[in-house]
Each structure stands twice: as structure tokens, then as C-alpha cells.
Antibody
Framework: EVQLLESGGGLVQPGQSLRLSCVAS?????????LSWVRQAPGKGLAWVSSINGRGDLKSYADSVKDRFSISRDNSKNTVFLQMDGLRADDSALYYC???????????WGRGAPVTVSP | ETVMTQSPATLSVSPGERVTFSCRASQSVSHNLAWYLQKPGQAPRLLIY???TRATGIPARFSGSGSGTEFSLTISSLQSEDFAVYYC?????????FGPGTMVEVK
């Protein structure tokens, strides 16, 4: 069974940084899977944030986080990261790590890491 | 970006009923449309991809249809575990975008 476990969330002030991690287990295809971050603000819907391909050389970002967030991965540790700089109040959300296989849909999800940006 | 809309926002249904709700894209997404279910306090779960293909382990009472800009999800006989929020998501045009969700609640 595929399991994704996020960590690194917390409470920070506007302008500060956080680094989220997501460790995958139960996967034999990690180094070929696309990993993504999807966020959900309290009481709101889902919003795609960023994705990275298996080799880590193709990355994409939502316009709202471009130039502030950076996604990366370490295939030797089955881990994907989201470096979040210049955090703003509207970045407050539960950040889910999600895996895609052959079809680019979010097949597996973690339980989420909460991020709160407040003075 | 491709804007996804869903209707209705909320649906009040009794267990055992058949329900259908809709998802519309602001531009064609071909068949590249997925549906997810999310229960309170849980992560979303993939139900349908390719507009009509059930994901692994999803019961046959869930069915999806549509192409282009108009899609629908049907639950043939609503079970207690199906009361949740349903999101559609397109993966044809960057950035991937989700609809705002349809909440299916107990009548």
C-alpha cells in the first residue's frame, strides 16, 4: 500500500519560510512517479501548487506561488520537498503531497501538513 | 487557465437514491477529467479518471461521463459512506485546476 507522509508544517509570520517534506513508502516506482503538492485553505476547495517529474528536471508551479516556492526531490530517500519562501497569509492551508502514475491524476494522497501564516 | 465549475453546490439526498451532478470546463479538456471524493478531515480520494474510468477499488455504483466541456458523475444508489464533497479536476491544460466541489448531504 502506498503511503505518503508530510511533515514540516507550522505557524510562521508573513515573509518567513518553511520547508515541507513528503516521504513515500510502499512504492517501487518512486523515481518514475510525478509528485505534486496540492493545498486546501480552511473550508475551501483544492488547489494545485506544484509538480515535479521523476528525474526532478521538470518542475511546474501555480502562478500564485511561482518565484516564491521551489519543489525538489531526493529519489534515494523517496522524498519530495516544497521550499516555501516569502509566505503570505493567503498561503495558509493544509498542504497535501500527491502521487501520479502513468495517468497524470492524483492517485495517492498524504494526510496533509498544516501551514498557518499569521503575524 | 481553465476554470472548472460544478453544480449544484449542495445536494440533499436520501440513502439509496440515484444522484447525478455536473462539472463544466471553461474550455475543452477532452476526456482528461478526474473526480475525487473528500470526507471531512480526510484527504481526497480518486474516484474516476479519463472522464469515465473507475480508479482501483472504486465500486461500480460510481460512473462518470462526458467529454470536452461537460461532464457528470452518477452514483446509482447512494450509500452512507458516499456523503462527502466531490471535486472534478482537469488535467488537459496547465495549470491543472479543480472545481469548487459539490457537497452531498443527508436529506
Amino acid at each position: 500500500e502506498v503511503q505518503l507522509l508530510e511533515s514540516g508544517g507550522g505557524l510562521v509570520q508573513p515573509g518567513q519560510s518553511l520547508r515541507l517534506s513528503c516521504v513515500a513508502s510502499g512504492l517501487t516506482t518512486f523515481s518514475s512517479d510525478v509528485l505534486s503538492w496540492v493545498r486546501q485553505a480552511p473550508g475551501k476547495g483544492l488547489a494545485w501548487v506544484s509538480s515535479i517529474n521523476g528525474r526532478g528536471d521538470l518542475k511546474s508551479y501555480a502562478d500564485s506561488v511561482k518565484d516564491r516556492f521551489s519543489i525538489s526531490r531526493d529519489n534515494s530517500k523517496n522524498t519530495v520537498f516544497l521550499q516555501m519562501d516569502g509566505l503570505r497569509a493567503d498561503d495558509s492551508a493544509l498542504y497535501y503531497c500527491a502521487r501520479s502514475g502513468v495517468v497524470p491524476v492524483f492517485e495517492s494522497w498524504g494526510r496533509g501538513a498544516p501551514v498557518t501564516v499569521s503575524p | 487557465e481553465t476554470v472548472m465549475t460544478q453544480s449544484p453546490a449542495t445536494l440533499s439526498v436520501s440513502p439509496g437514491e440515484r444522484v447525478t451532478f455536473s462539472c463544466r470546463a471553461s474550455q475543452s479538456v477532452s476526456h482528461n477529467l478526474a473526480w475525487y471524493l473528500q470526507k471531512p478531515g480526510q484527504a481526497p480520494r480518486l474516484l474516476i479518471y479519463g472522464a469515465s474510468t473507475r480508479a482501483t477499488g472504486i465500486p461500480a455504483r460510481f460512473s462518470g461521463s462526458g467529454s470536452g466541456t461537460e461532464f457528470s458523475l452518477t452514483i446509482s444508489s447512494l450509500q452512507s459512506e458516499d456523503f462527502a464533497v466531490y471535486y472534478c479536476q482537469q488535467y488537459n491544460n496547465w495549470p491543472w485546476t479543480f472545481g469548487p466541489g459539490t457537497m452531498v448531504e443527508v436529506k
